[in-house]
C-alpha cells in the first residue's frame, strides 16, 4: 500500500532554513508527479510545490525565489529545501503523490518565530 512519510520539520528564526523529506514507498514512485502542501492553523490546505515524474517544478508563487523542490527517483525521495523563511511559512507540511489523490501522510511541523 502507499505510504509518504515527512520528515525534517523544526523551529527556526525567521531567515533560517530547513530541509524536510519524503520517503515515499508502496507503488511505481518514479510514475507519478509529487508535491509538497501545507495547512496552517484555521487555514485551508494549500499547494506549495509539484514535481512532474520527469523532474520539472513548479512553485507557488508565495515561495518562489525561497523554496526548492527535488526528487530522488533511485532512493525514492522528495525534498524541499526552504530558504529564507517567513512566519507565514508556518504549518504543518505534507507530500502527496499523484499515484493516490487525496492521500496524506502524517506531515511535519515547520515553526518559524
Known amino acids: 500500500h502507499v505510504q509518504l512519510v515527512e520528515s525534517g520539520g523544526g523551529s527556526v528564526q525567521a531567515g533560517g532554513s530547513l530541509t524536510l523529506s519524503c520517503a515515499a514507498s508502496?507503488?511505481?514512485?518514479?510514475?507519478?508527479?509529487m508535491g509538497w502542501f501545507r495547512q496552517a492553523p484555521g487555514m485551508e490546505r494549500e499547494g506549495v510545490a509539484s514535481i512532474t515524474s520527469e523532474g520539472i517544478p513548479t512553485v507557488a508563487d508565495s515561495v518562489k525565489g525561497r523554496f526548492t523542490i527535488a526528487r530522488d527517483n533511485d532512493k525514492r525521495m522528495l525534498y524541499l529545501q526552504m530558504n529564507n523563511l517567513k512566519t507565514e511559512d508556518t504549518a504543518v507540511y505534507y507530500c502527496?503523490?499523484?499515484?493516490?489523490?487525496?492521500?496524506w501522510g502524517q506531515g511535519t511541523q515547520v515553526t518559524v518565530s
Open positions: 502527496a503523490t499523484g499515484a493516490v489523490i487525496g492521500y
Open positions: 508502496g507503488y511505481r514512485y518514479a510514475s507519478y508527479c
